[in-house]
């Protein structure tokens, strides 16, 4: 099944559960990031300072991040008065600041109590020939976007 949404994205269906992972990024100083609380932070690797607030959002279960050649794509699901989405926000590679608003990869209006079965987890990214691909499970099927910007 082929959709667009927004001319941002294509989703296809790709059936039953694959694995997650996690990130963090090497270079001087070499650091993760993290949410807490709705606030993405950015957490040093063996040295001795604060973790630094990047930007806050609606964060819910999954918050992925993963460098190319120009930025830190940070990949997340949020919910706000009626729809779960998942979201693309870039940031630029030296600063960690944002670059312009977040790109909606997916969003659905929720008839139900939020739950393990419709929300986006284990949210997965990699690019190839440049455009980024994005995983990531509802219930028990696997969901695959192709950004197209």
């Known amino acids: 099944m082929n959709l667009t949404q927004n001319g941002a994205s294509t989703l296809i269906d790709l059936g039953e ?14 650091y993760y990031l993290d949410s807490k609380g709705g606030t993405l932070y950015k957490y040093p690797i063996s040295e001795e300072w604060e ?16 460098a190319d050649e120009k930025y830190v794509n940070v990949i997340y699901n949020t919910t ?11 940031l630029d590679k030296q600063t960690l600041k944002k670059i312009g608003d977040p790109l909606c990869l997916y969003s659905y209006l929720v008839m139900e109590n939020r739950s393990s079965e419709n929300t986006p987890v284990n949210l997965w990214a990699f690019k190839a020939h440049g455009k980024w691909n994005v995983t990531f499970e509802i219930g028990n099927f696997l969901h695959w976007v192709q950004v197209q910007q």
Do not use: C, M
């Open 51 to 66: 973790p630094q607030a990047l930007f806050t959002d609606n964060f819910l279960d999954s918050v992925i991040a993963i």
């Open 17 to 30: 559960k694959y694995t997650h992972w996690g990130i963090y990024f090497k270079g001087s100083p070499s």
């Open 80 to 90: 706000d008065a009626f729809f779960e989405k998942v979201l693309l926000q870039r």
